[in-house]
Nanobody, 115 residues
Framework: QVQLVESGGGLVQPGGSLRLSCGAS????????MAWYRQTPGKQRELVAA???????NYADSVKGRFTVSRDNAKNTVFLQMDSLKPEDTAVYYC?????????WGQGTQVTVSS
């Protein structure tokens, strides 16, 4: 069983930056594909960014060039650096892990981009 705990959300002005963190329990973190999703009311959860165990990354077109996903396997943590934030980035951001035939979600952290 893996538990994911996100942190780093908050209120930021347009053009600002935030760094989300997701800490994972367990000893097999390095074997998991890690990803960030986001969701706004009335919409489906959408993939924002993902990173494989080998370091390959994938981003939604809407965040390419602005967001960067990274991971620290020694600390069982995945990060999402968000720069040049826009009001449309406002959402609850969720950490997601998949591996060993199982999937896990964090509880989510709110990101609000507003002046």
């Amino acid at each position: 069983q893996v538990q994911l705990v996100e942190s780093g959300g908050g209120l930021v002005q347009p053009g600002g930056s935030l760094r989300l963190s997701c800490g994972a329990s367990g000893t097999s973190f390095r074997f998991y594909v890690m990803a960030w999703y986001r969701q706004t009311p009335g919409k489906q959860r959408e993939l924002v960014a993902a990173m494989t165990t080998g370091g390959t990354t994938n981003y939604a077109d809407s965040v390419k060039g602005r967001f960067t996903v990274s991971r620290d396997n020694a600390k069982n943590t995945v990060f999402l650096q968000m720069d040049s934030l826009k009001p449309e980035d406002t959402a609850v951001y969720y950490c997601y892990a998949v591996g060993g035939g199982n999937t896990y979600w964090g509880q989510g952290t709110q990101v609000t981009v507003s002046s």
